[in-house]
């Protein structure tokens, strides 16, 4: 594709749901990110991938989340009995490899935890 | 722990003016300091970037200022017109292992008003 795709656009689901968030980066493109944003703020790390392997999920604010990319492209990340505290936009990201400075961002997911 | 500080939160500038951002660092691993604009509903778009080893760079009516012994860079925005009007944050990079995420500012609210 042109660009880094997410779905859904938009997900809003009630406290205590489990939720899948879907990255499609930019064909070719072994590194990939996820980043959370919260409203008014910056984007925040949270995982990386180079290939099929997590490189660092430093970010990854607790053992509720976890992201797969099984196949070293598409990656989706997943959210287990969420919180309201959940609430924000997923960003995903991609770079030609993980030594690539420039990375190409997503729409996002904005996900809504009632 | 708050990396890096990015300020004025908010910037109205008239149409033809300078739009200045500033951002300062704490981590002396960063080596790489990227811009990004993003409209609403959009993902962060990367606008310009720099390495600490030139103190000024310019792309059109974009460019960075870089001060490595300050710690800080900055952007200005010359003849800001209103497609100008966006949130725009700093990010930084550091290099080698563990550094591939970016870390971002908490971005500047700038109106470009007729």
């Known amino acids: 594709g042109a660009g880094v795709s997410q779905t859904p656009s938009n997900k809003v689901t009630e406290k205590g749901k489990y939720v899948e968030l879907r990255c499609d980066p930019i064909s070719g493109h072994t590194a990939l990110y996820w980043y959370r944003q919260s409203l008014g703020q910056g984007p925040e790390f949270l995982i990386y991938f180079q290939g099929t392997g997590a490189a660092d999920d430093s970010g990854l604010p607790n053992d509720r989340f976890f992201a797969v990319r099984p196949e070293g492209s598409v990656s989706t990340l997943k959210i287990q009995r969420t919180e309201r505290g959940d609430s924000a936009v997923y960003l995903c990201?991609?770079?030609?490899?993980?030594?690539?400075?420039?990375?190409?961002f997503g729409p996002g997911t904005r996900l809504t935890v009632l | 722990q708050q990396q890096v500080k990015q300020s004025p939160q908010s910037l109205i500038v008239q149409k033809g003016g300078i739009s200045i951002i500033n951002c300062a660092y704490e981590n002396t691993a960063f080596d790489y300091f990227p811009w990004y604009q993003q409209f609403p509903g959009k993902g962060p778009a990367l606008l310009i970037a720099i390495r600490p080893d030139v103190s000024e760079k310019k792309e059109g009516r974009f460019t960075i200022s870089f001060n490595k012994s300050a710690k800080q860079f900055s952007l200005h925005i010359m003849d800001s017109q209103p497609g100008d009007s966006a949130t725009y944050f700093c990010a930084a990079r550091g290099s080698g292992a563990g550094s591939y995420q970016l870390t971002f500012g908490k971005g500047t609210k700038l109106s470009v008003i007729p």
């Open positions: 990201a991609s770079s030609l490899d993980g030594s690539t400075d420039t990375q190409y």
